[in-house]
T-cell receptor, first 114, second 112 residues
């Protein structure tokens, strides 16, 4: 069966500190991978989208970057966090490239920048 | 890219019905519906791929009007467990196929 893991679940970071959120998928090869952010009371904003190793599309200009060093690993990073980076970060995957496939979400990471 | 959802919030009594709408300004390839409980990840409800398609999931169903670039989610005889925020995600035809863009959500509250 397919699963998605995301960590850490919660973190509190000071302004200007670095960030690394990690996501791994099991049970499928070459998934499409996604990073979303949800600010308090807001919708899900697509941040990054990846169709393969080293292939990252950025949706919005921002203080964050993403990398995909392995087929089923997706990392969200920042060199210097801003207060506005606070939110609920969700990794998601789609098995294969068929747009008819379901997209599943990880459990999310709560980031508070202080 | 982001679809527009309406209404923003709905309050129901158990057993009442609700409709949530989702519309896009761009041609749609698919529409995905999710429900999210506070502090949790969104949970997949259903996906609609073809214009005119209707799908059902227990007492929750949805339709997709490709020509109007709209989808609607129907919740009938609502239960307490239906409470949460409902999101539609749209996949657009063209160069961004594969990416899923979400609306701002509709907060549904069901009271006993």
């Amino acid at each position: 069966s397919q699963t998605i893991h995301q960590w850490p679940a919660t973190l509190v970071q000071p302004v200007g500190s670095p960030l690394s959120l990690e996501c791994t998928v099991e049970g499928t090869s070459n998934p499409n991978l996604y990073w979303y952010r949800q600010a308090a009371g807001r919708g899900l904003q697509l941040l990054f989208y990846s169709v393969g190793i080293g292939q990252i599309s950025s949706e919005v200009p921002q203080n964050l970057s993403a990398s995909r060093p392995q087929d089923r690993q997706f990392i969200l990073s920042s060199k210097k966090l801003l207060l506005s980076d606070s939110g609920f970060y969700l990794c998601a995957y789609r098995a294969g490239t068929d747009p008819g496939n379901t997209i599943y979400f990880g459990e999310g990471s709560w980031l508070t920048v202080v | 890219q982001q679809p527009v959802q309406s209404p923003q919030a709905v309050i129901l009594r158990e057993g009442e019905d609700a409709v949530i709408n989702c519309s896009s300004s761009k041609a749609l390839y698919s529409v995905h519906w999710y429900r999210q409980k506070h502090g949790e990840a969104p949970v997949f409800l259903m996906i609609l791929l073809k214009g005119g398609e209707q799908k059902g999931h227990e007492k929750i169903s949805a339709s997709f009007n490709e020509k109007k670039q709209q989808s609607s989610l129907y919740l009938t005889a609502s239960q307490l467990s239906y409470s949460g925020t409902y999101f539609c995600g749209t996949e657009l035809r063209g160069s961004t196929l594969g990416r899923l863009y979400f609306g701002r959500g509709t907060q549904l509250t069901v009271w006993p």
